[in-house]
């Protein structure tokens, strides 16, 4: 998964994070001088209300923070990460359901700029429902979405695709075209028996369809440190993950939905929260961990 935690700068008071490891010292990335090609990441649990769409809308944000040109794929039905970004997906003609199903549309036309900077997005809405059953009969079915990002790889640097719940079509289609998988994993413990089948999913996907893909780490989100539950199950997620589960850890707060209500990052919406510090931490680990530019 790109680097491990030997490679981290450990702080020298030796604080423990809330992973049970010492927490490394995450610094601000260098300024990029070019920007492209992209890497693909896949958000990726098909079980739903983990933190997925959250996670793909702040962290494409704090990337964009660092001077990262990010485009946030939404590959859900629901459309939740178009709204939560201001789009009124139900006034849209051409969504990337269109590009995945038709062809003669130009990709560039239906990416949409969001209000901060760098940070674009490539909506989505109900329509998308019927892609799974029109394109069964396609050659190569599995690969379409690969097709449809590749006229816009090198305008970004990162491509963070939000998958929908569910180990479908869609979401094969979204770990055949990524590089990397994170996994947002809720801090509960009936959550973590489904991890298994999606990781043996993803090692089929790296056998058979895309030997590239890797996982870039798993993210333990809605934690509340008040209670023994959360973390046990941390230490749970970490004893059977080791590395692979990020430090940064991503607490529940009531301030997520307020963001997704105004329509913004929690980056924008209360830039001083905890909840914005924890996105932020989690996209210089990214980078240090050579997941993202």
Known sequence: MGE??????????GQVGPTGRPLPDFPDPPVLTGHGPARIIAMCNQKGGVGKTTTTINLGAALAEL???????????QGALSVGLGVPTHELDVTVYNLLVERGHDIRDVIAHTRVEGLDVLPANIDLSAAEVQLVGEVAREQILARVLRPVIDDYDVVLVDCQPSLG????NALTAAHGVIIPLECEFFAMRGVALLV?????ITDRLNPRLVVDGILATMYDGRTLHSKE???????HFGDRVFH?????TVKFPDASLAAEPITTYDGSHKGATAYRQL?????ARGGAA
């Not at 491990?4 to 008071?13: K, L, M, N, P, S």
């Not at 001077?67 to 039905?77: A, I, N, T």
């Not at 996209?283 to 980078?287: D, P, S």
């Open 169 to 172: 079509l869609l979401t094969i």
């Open 233 to 239: 199950v941390v230490a749970s997620v970490v004893e």
């Open 67 to 77: 001077g990262r040109r990010v485009l946030l794929v939404d590959f859900d039905p």
């Open 248 to 252: 940064t850890v991503i607490s529940r």
């Open 200 to 204: 043996e999913t993803i090692e089929k």
């Open 283 to 287: 996209a210089r680990e990214l980078i």
């Open 4 to 13: 491990t935690e030997a490679a981290f700068q450990i702080r020298v008071d």
